[in-house]
């Protein structure tokens, strides 16, 4: 499995990005990709995910109305549109796949996923 992040980028704040991750070589319907993001000094952490077959979704509470996380048409691809951000969301974001997901609601958790990509970068400045 491999994963491509991208849209990364400088933005003011109240600005808005969209990063997109296309996975390939999963031959699954049913699984869980998502995104994380790492800041200088601190954990990575969970930002949104979103199941492959329903489209169910969870969001970590600091970024609830203002990121949406979608599937795109083509298939293992995914959207984060990311608005109004905030110098805080500033991080490196990475996507994540969860093989072994079964739930038809998204997990946030580092063990829900398997496979990690590259990251790309997301500076926000104020």
């Known amino acids: 499995v491999q994963l491509q992040a991208s849209g990364g980028g400088l933005v003011q704040a109240g600005g808005s990005l969209r990063l997109s991750c296309v996975a390939s070589?999963?031959?699954?319907?049913?699984?869980?990709i998502g995104w994380f993001r790492q800041a200088p000094g601190k954990e990575r952490e969970a930002v949104s995910s979103?199941?492959?077959?329903?489209?169910?979704?969870a969001y970590v509470e600091s970024v609830k109305g203002r990121f949406t996380i979608s599937r795109g048409n083509a298939k293992n691809t995914v959207y984060l549109q990311m608005n109004s951000l905030k110098p805080d969301d500033t991080a490196v974001y990475y996507c994540?796949?969860?093989?072994?997901?079964?739930?038809?609601?998204?997990?946030?958790?580092?063990?829900?996923?398997?496979?990690w990509g590259q990251g790309t970068l997301v500076t926000v400045s104020s």
């Open positions: 979103i199941v492959s077959s329903n489209g169910g979704t």
């Open positions: 994540a796949v969860g093989i072994r997901w079964r739930d038809w609601y998204g997990g946030l958790r580092d063990g829900d996923f398997d496979f």
């Open positions: 070589g999963i031959t699954l319907d049913h699984y869980l």
